[in-house]
């Protein structure tokens, strides 16, 4: 079986899902999610199968590569996905508040399959190793990701936050598209591989400027700073599977072709220092901005938004400072810093969708108590907390600290001091949680609902993060390092 | 087999969390690890008690555990010893033990770790580790502004951590060794031009978790406001992380300390003095003990001076002897002071020095113990602390040949006031607190002495200082004898 078929399959499995969706009785529509979670997890156990390609397939090689860069995200999109899914289960019940009509699952079954279309937008995104394919399958997800977003219809936060990522997201890709045609104008190829062989002192202006126009859409993307402005509002409006989906598979995507499109412009003498310097502003921006402006927050759900715009600029430093070497290269930094936020921020957000299911508030408040109403949910949030805090022995310590250690290595001296000043108020603003947790008290002292999936979900992501604390070699072996 | 030390506590914090009896469980633990502390510091032996392995090729770092040398030793020693103190007096609040005893019990298990790491990233990550019971703790159980207080230290130690942070991986990435283990670190070099940076970044960085001036405002809060096993470990304990790590590093940077050697001397005489004269001021006796912990880290950086106007260990002998037996000294006797305070806070209600007086009648044995605390705090000889504060001084004037006086020994000469103004505060609390008449919380008819569970840690703790006092080769031994072979031992990837 040829990698390709790893995207069949999951867009086959969301069409025919689609089709039977409009069959079941409304409260069989959790079966679509259920379905779908197979469906992802039997593409997981292919992903391990799969063969590289024929050679002679031209014109798939052209489009589509396969490399262990290819494999892991692949495999990270479709973790993400089945994350995404179980959190959509343990959310559904808010979420048919505001669907068709209001208290019956009616309408939430397309909410499922629209994730697996997404999927397969995301899991081609990373073997795109050409402009033209890269383009149709981020528009694939980004299309998906407008419906997902304003799903909620009956909600106006939802609605608001599905016209404001519409309107962006339209801008965006129109930069994106104008980029591409100054790069396809200077160089006569959309193939990223031969882009790099063209460069030349008479057209590095034209293909910078094309680079520029490119970066902002995938800034726009992946959350960093000046594009970040949708950020905050669309992650408080949506629904918290898409947010969770957005803030991870999405981003992930974002950098996994932004190394793609990068890599050829930054590896080349000529231009390739004014293209650190780009993304060294960006990176520094984003990391003073995000961590800044999270500070005074009082929604969880909002300030989960700004921690990952922090987390985008924190992603950008080893970006910036490309190191292909043999030791550790920025590629296998970001796949590291991206599993590690995989696991703390959908751990964030199943707990706040424990949250709100019990108190029907995403605020910060909401928490407060936790610590008498549920001894264990706490104690994990607080690793968890720690854990994006970037505590040493848990795993959010160890991407942090990789990502620094090349910026140092590569010299970045100004966004290395953001970025510590970012950490420094990170510690303030996550530590909220903690403070709300333990030293306040609540008005209700009743126990505190929990579905045991998210528990076991919750426990499992929990776990994982004290484990890679103290080992975190087994990430090295999945991004084949 | 050290990796026993650090388990023993964070097995028991976990046993009390499902449902064990608290009490019990940490007094074992604590009584076993000081019992297997002890035994270990004073007996050893590398091959039994070394354990290295690798937890990440790129960056090459290990978790190796063991006695690097005799400092890990006597610190450890010092670990164990506050530790079994802290949860033998402790008073633990009704239906709080789930996180009072683990809490205490991880704070130990923290700071037993970093100074068993023989892996500069296991140092500094158990030493956060222990941090963040202790906020927790301050913030939820601890007395009067304790919110505040609890803020504060969070704040100000999250900050200087990552200063340090960023000094470490500036330190590694500078001295191009393979791994992150102590002996290939100490055995690289580092480019001069780059010592100054990172010695900067150390002393700021270490120094605001020692609480240097002017980054000390957070230790005296946050000592009064704190649960007193709290304050007892992280006086006692966790501070000397910092002192620690500033002379476990030193022989990497020793050329780029020497450009802040005057800068250096002139805080930690604001340290002595400044925080001394703050000191006198105090109306209580919990903040005029957090305040005496902030001024006393001025002579150990006294020594810290020395060696570095010296250049070298070698150059100096006198001056790592001299700061570690005094990091172990006042370990020791702050927290005998902070553990007796509690008790008078638990007998009388209040530490204000006014309300309080004539205690010595109803309670003869808190007075001598708490007498006996503060006279080593002052530096009487016979206990621990002037053989430490002895050999400060001495160290400060090693490198003098007669002729003018050099900055240090300017140093060490005004800092002698120092033990001028511990006394001061020292005695006149002791007589507000145990002397005069007696109001009606404090005469014989309200309150008795206290009792075993405090006598029998106030003991242990007034023995060691007594030992070591008159008898400071125990420890200096330890740091002579030469630094075993590293292990060779290689466990599985």
Not at chain 2, 52 to 60: D, G, H, M, W
Not at chain 2, 137 to 163: C, D, F, N, P, V
Not at chain 2, 282 to 287: A, N, S, T, Y
Request: proline share 4%.
């Amino acid at each position: 079986m040829s990698a390709y078929w790893l995207e069949i399959i999951v867009l086959l499995g969301g069409l025919v899902l689609l089709l039977v969706e409009a069959f079941l009785a409304p409260k069989q529509k959790h079966m679509i999610a259920s379905s779908a979670i197979f469906v992802l997890v039997l593409t997981l156990i292919c992903l391990f199968l799969v063969q590289p390609f024929n050679v002679d397939n031209k014109e798939m090689t052209r489009f589509y590569a396969w490399d262990p860069s290819a494999k892991f995200f692949k495999g990270f999109t479709i973790v993400a996905t089945i994350l995404t899914m179980l959190l959509a289960l343990d959310y559904r019940r808010i979420l048919s508040k505001f669907t068709a009509n209001p208290d019956s699952e009616d309408g939430t079954g397309e909410y499922y399959c629209l994730f697996l279309f997404a999927c397969a937008g995301m899991m081609w995104m990373a073997s795109a190793k050409d402009l033209v394919s890269l383009f149709v399958s981020l528009e694939l997800t980004t299309i998906t990701s407008y419906i997902l977003v304003g799903f909620m219809r009956r909600n106006v936060g939802s609605l608001e936050a599905g016209v404001k990522f519409l309107i962006l997201g339209a801008l965006s890709t129109g930069f994106l598209v104008y980029g591409i045609s100054w790069i396809y104008g200077a160089t006569g190829t959309t193939d990223l591989a031969l882009i790099g062989e063209q460069i030349t002192k008479e057209n590095s202006t034209y293909l910078l400027f094309g680079l520029a126009l490119i970066l902002i859409s995938l800034a726009f993307k992946v959350g960093a700073v000046p594009m970040h402005l949708w950020i905050p509002d669309v992650y408080q409006g949506a629904p918290t599977p898409t947010t969770a989906f957005l803030s991870i598979a999405s981003k992930a995507s974002g950098f996994v072709i932004a190394i793609r499109v990068i890599e050829p412009f930054i590896t080349d003498e000529l231009i390739g220092s004014k293209v650190v310097t780009i993304l060294a502003v960006l990176a520094g921006a984003t990391l003073l901005l995000g961590n800044l402006a999270a500070i005074p927050q009082t929604n969880f759900k909002r300030l989960l938004a700004y921690s990952s715009i922090a987390n985008a600029g924190f992603i950008l430093l080893p970006l910036a400072a490309w190191d292909a070497g043999n030791d550790l290269t920025s590629k296998e930094v970001i796949a590291f810093y991206l599993a590690i936020y995989l696991i703390m921020t959908f751990a964030a957000f199943f707990i706040l969708t424990v949250i709100h299911r019990n108190t029907g508030s995403d605020e910060i408040s909401a928490f407060e108590g936790l610590g008498d109403r549920h001894p264990a949910l706490a104690f994990m949030t607080a690793v968890i907390i720690g854990a994006l805090a970037g505590l040493p022995l848990t795993a959010g310590f160890w991407g942090k600290f990789l990502a620094f250690k090349m910026a140092v290595s590569g010299g970045l001296w100004i966004p290395v001091i953001l970025g510590f000043i970012g950490v420094a108020a990170g510690f303030y603003y996550y530590f909220q949680i903690i403070r709300a947790m333990y030293w306040r008290n609540s008005l209700e002292d009743a126990p505190l609902k929990i579905r045991p999936l998210s528990f076991w979900v919750i426990v499992v992501l929990t776990s994982l993060v004290g484990i890679l604390g103290l080992w975190p070699q087994p990430i090295y072996w999945l991004i084949g390092a | 087999m050290s990796i026993i030390l650090i388990l023993i506590p964070i097995l028991a914090a976990i046993a009390i969390l499902i449902g064990g009896k608290a009490k019990p469980i940490a007094l074992g633990a604590a009584t076993l690890n000081l019992i297997l502390g002890l035994g270990s510091a004073f007996s050893f032996d590398h091959s039994v008690w070394g354990l290295t392995l690798q937890v990440l090729s790129e960056p090459n770092i290990h978790l190796s555990l063991g006695f690097y040398d005799g400092m890990s030793m006597i610190m450890v020693a010092l670990s164990v010893l506050v530790l079994f103190a802290a949860v033998m007096s402790g008073k633990c609040p009704e239906g709080r033990e789930k996180l009072w005893y683990p809490s205490i019990l991880l704070i130990a298990a923290g700071g037993i770790g970093a100074f068993l790491s023989r892996d500069l990233f296991f140092f500094y990550a158990f030493h956060e580790l222990a941090l963040i019971p202790t906020f927790l703790m301050i913030g939820m159980l601890g007395s009067g502004e304790r919110k505040e207080a609890a803020w504060k230290i969070t704040i100000y130690l999250a900050l200087g951590s990552i200063i340090l942070l960023a000094g470490l991986i500036w330190l590694v990435a500078a001295s191009g060794a393979e791994t992150w283990l102590f002996e290939d670190l100490l055995a690289s070099t580092i480019d001069p031009s780059a010592q100054k940076g990172i010695a900067a970044l150390l002393i700021v960085g270490f120094g605001v978790l020692i609480s240097l001036f002017p980054f000390h405002s957070w230790a005296a809060p946050a000592y009064a406001s704190a649960p007193a096993p709290v304050a007892m470990l992280h006086a006692g304990v966790l501070k000397k992380f910092g002192l620690y790590g500033l002379i476990r590093l030193y022989p990497m940077v020793s050329d780029g300390m020497q450009a802040w050697l005057g800068v250096l001397i002139v805080l930690l005489l604001c340290n002595i003095l400044w925080i001394g004269y703050v000191t006198i001021n105090q109306k209580r006796l919990d903040m005029m003990l957090g305040n005496s912990s902030v001024m006393h880290m001025g002579y150990i950086f006294l020594a810290f001076a020395a060696l570095i106007e010296a250049g070298s260990f070698a150059a100096n002998p006198l001056a790592k002897p001299a700061a570690v037996l005094l990091m172990f000294a006042h370990g020791v006797s702050i927290a005998l002071l902070f553990m007796l305070t509690d008790t008078i806070r638990r007998k009388t209600g209040t530490v204000e020095l006014a309300e309080l007086g004539g205690l010595a009648k109803a309670a003869p044995r808190l007075a001598f113990l708490f007498g006996l605390g503060a006279m080593a705090s002052i530096g009487l000889p016979g206990l621990a602390n002037f053989s430490g504060e002895v050999l400060v001084f001495l160290s400060g004037f090693h490198a003098y040949e007669g002729g003018g006086l050099g900055p240090v020994q300017i140093a060490t000469v005004l800092a002698l006031w120092g033990v001028v103004i511990s006394a001061v505060y020292m005695l006149r609390a002791f007589r507000q607190t145990f002397h005069g008449p007696a109001v009606s919380h404090t005469d014989s008819n309200h309150l008795k002495d206290f009792g075993p569970f405090c006598q029998i840690p106030a003991a242990v703790l007034a023995v060691a200082l007594l030992i070591v006092g008159l008898f400071p080769n125990s420890l200096l031994n330890l740091l002579k004898s030469p630094e075993a072979p590293a292990p060779t031992e290689q466990a599985a990837e």
